[in-house]
């Protein structure tokens, strides 16, 4: 009986003790899974937030912002390029250690019209690991700048509807400035070309001028390019090759170049993409407008219409490729997001319009009078390439000759050269 007592002690003490075991690690493995919950739903939380974290970084990257602002920016001509340059200058000015390429032969670089040359700029011992800025005119070669320009730039570019920039071409270089005095005479411009080889050295009307362009315009003219896919030109296309199909393998090599190529169409729009693509501050992107002009409506004949076609073809297939690819990356940028940033854009527009004082700038060209009928009258005994390289030296102030006769041989070959003014020819225009 006694041993019957003891083994249900025995047992009595190890049922409370199993059960207190139990209960123990029942309490035990509540805690565990209480803290593990915890931590779970801690670390889902860290992995909710660092989602859209990183999906906003890999969101960033499309428009990264860079450290060092490098640019290169092609300026087609009479496409709103003065006032883009305008803008990208005050990225520059972010940043004075950047190191730009001079314009030479100004306002050109690299042999404007021939095509961009590295050995025809000048450039310091600062540029030896690159430059970090090419702003100007030139003739996109994209081997010769990427030989001398910081891998990391971006390449930026303009453009605008084609008939509108052949439009204002005409009235920039030839009518309106011929029409009044001329307070801003560039010989390396040369202003009044093809124009005056077109015409007979006349002036003549917008209309009148686009029939004789159609059968008298050819590649010998002196910057024939201004009247014949000037933008196409400007961007390295070779104007004798008029197939369709070069024309669209040349805009899909250039898309793959350019990290954004503007159009003065959608100009805010345009803008807009820019600020995100150098992380710019609102300010900074608001346009001070260049060169701007108003002409009056122009109605083509059938026989206009054609003729204008056949001397934009180029330019028309450039522009509308590029103006559908600034479509998509407003897309991809957001059409609501975009329409809300445009109107913020307009406001300070608007606002600093109306804070704006503007001021008529004159300017006092009658001692310069002799002066420059003098450069013309030497001129007129010296060869082209001797009276160009003259020229080159005078507008840059340099002391290069050598370079300077490179240069001048360079833009010859590209029909860069123009007749110097002959006295008749100033007094007609110039009203002398």
Not at 25 to 45: F, Q
Not at 121 to 145: N, P, Y
Request: charged share 25%; hydrophobic share 35%; proline share 4%.
């Amino acid at each position: 009986m006694r041993c019957n007592r003891r083994e249900l002690a025995i047992l009595f003490v190890y049922c409370v003790s199993l059960l207190l075991f139990v209960h123990l690690r029942g309490v035990w493995r509540k805690e565990k899974n209480a803290y593990t919950d915890d931590e779970r739903s801690s670390r889902n939380e860290i992995q909710h937030t660092l989602v859209p974290i990183n999906r906003r970084r890999q969101q960033s990257n499309l428009f990264s912002c860079p450290s060092n602002p490098s640019f290169v920016y092609v300026k087609t001509h009479k496409t709103g390029s003065g006032t883009l340059a305008g803008i990208l200058k005050r990225l520059r000015a972010r940043n004075k250690s950047l190191n730009t390429i001079p314009k030479f032969p100004p306002p050109y670089a690299g042999g404007y019209p021939g095509s961009f040359r590295r050995d025809l700029t000048i450039t310091s011992d600062d540029m030896k690991s690159g430059a970090d800025i090419l702003l100007a005119h030139f003739r996109f070669d994209e081997t010769e700048v990427r030989e001398i320009m910081n891998p990391q730039a971006k390449y930026i570019s303009i453009m605008r509807n084609p008939k509108n920039q052949f439009q204002s071409s005409f009235y920039y270089f030839y009518y309106s400035r011929y029409r009044q005095t001329v307070t801003s005479f560039k010989k390396m411009a040369c202003q009044g070309y093809p124009y005056l080889h077109v015409t007979g050295n006349r002036l003549v009307p917008f209309s009148q001028y686009l029939e004789l362009a159609g059968t008298k315009l050819d590649r010998t003219a002196p910057w024939y390019f201004r009247s014949l896919n000037n933008q196409a030109f400007d961007l390295g296309l070779d104007p004798a090759k008029l197939s369709r199909e070069y024309v669209l393998n040349e805009a899909k090599r250039l898309d793959s170049v350019f990290d954004l190529v503007l159009i003065l169409d959608h100009l805010l729009e345009s803008l807009v993409l820019l600020k995100t693509l150098f992380c710019m501050e609102w300010e900074e992107i608001i346009p001070t407008f260049v060169n701007s002009r108003q002409y009056d409506d122009i109605v083509y004949s059938e026989k206009g219409e054609a003729i204008l076609r056949k001397l934009t073809f180029q330019d028309q297939i450039l522009y509308d490729y590029f103006n559908a690819s600034l479509w998509r990356k407003i897309r991809a940028y957001g059409e609501e997001r975009m329409a809300k940033d445009v109107q913020h854009l307009k406001s300070l527009i608007e606002a600093e319009s109306s804070s704006a004082n503007p001021q008529v700038k004159v300017e006092a060209v009658a001692s310069n009078k002799i002066k420059r009928r003098a450069v013309r009258e030497l001129s007129m005994t010296l060869s082209i390439e001797d009276a160009l390289t003259r020229d080159i030296l005078e507008n840059s102030k340099g002391k290069n000759e050598t370079l300077a006769r490179s240069v001048a041989r360079h833009m010859i070959k590209a029909a860069g050269s123009c007749p110097h003014y002959s006295l008749e020819v100033d007094s007609l225009f110039h009203g002398r």
